[in-house]
């Protein structure tokens, strides 16, 4: 069993002042107790509307939540600023998360009803707003986990794929990334992409081992891996979702 002592890792929450919806704070909490259980030490720093002077650079996992039109559209024009650095994290191989609102700044640009926001174009998608919300439990099929992918959604966005990007899972359950494309979220090198709120991590122990693990090999090579836990009831909350809509 790896001994897991000794080991650190950053983690950046971006703008959690103005993207918090639907328990999203609730992911940075289970990324923090499951580096602490196996005695890692997590250190956890905001970004926020007030102040804007984290280096990205130091960072080893980047979060940003999910938001209103409103406030994403705040979100992207402070992010903007950091465009070049976020893109160049990212290339790297840098860990980062993106829920919901955070999934949709990543693109070229999010078209809402109202306006169009110009995005960060770290990943080749683009969303148009629908006439409709997409609003349901969520259920994913994922070729790296045994374990499913359990969620929620609730966007009006319908984001599209380009060529180079890869589905985070296939739909068993709910719309996804339009409703009829059968697919869900985004992977891109390290970056997990997804419209899955609920929080999305505590019930779904695996990807957040992933998150994780990628986070610690990039920063320590050669690192052994995670020390396992006992997510009895992690598995439970993820099989009883998975099993009411799944049949």
């Keep these: 069993m790896p001994d897991n002592s000794g080991y650190s890792i950053k983690i950046v929450h971006l703008y959690p002042d103005l993207l918090n919806l639907y328990g999203d704070r609730g992911n940075i909490a289970c990324m923090q107790k499951r580096l602490e259980w196996r005695g890692i030490r997590a250190d956890i720093e905001t970004c926020t509307n007030k102040d804007h002077s984290i280096d990205l ?31 160049t994290y990212v290339e790297s191989g840098g860990v980062l998360v993106a829920v919901c609102g955070g999934y949709q700044l990543l693109g070229k640009y999010y078209k809402t009803a109202a306006t169009k926001i110009e995005g960060l174009d770290i990943l080749d998608i683009y969303t148009d707003s629908g006439d409709t919300r997409l609003i349901s ?17 609730n966007h009006a966005g319908r984001t599209y794929l380009g060529e180079g990007v890869t589905p985070l899972g296939k739909v068993r359950y709910g719309n996804g990334n339009t409703g009829d494309s059968g697919y869900e979220g985004v992977l891109y090198k390290n970056v997990i992409a997804t419209y899955l709120h609920g929080p999305l991590l505590p019930k779904n122990p695996q990807l957040c081992d992933y998150i994780l693990l990628r986070a610690l090999e990039r920063k320590y090579p050669g690192f052994e891996g995670l020390k396992p836990l006992d997510d009895s009831l992690e598995e439970t909350a993820n099989s009883y979702i998975a099993g009411k809509y799944v049949k």
Excluded: H, T, Y
């Design 57 to 87: 650079k130091s960072a080893d996992i980047i979060f940003v939540g999910g938001g209103s039109d409103r406030e994403q559209e705040i979100v992207c024009n402070l992010l903007l600023k950091k465009k070049d650095e976020l893109k």
């Design 137 to 153: 439990n969520v259920v994913l099929e994922c070729d790296k986990f045994d374990m499913p992918i359990v969620g929620f959604e």
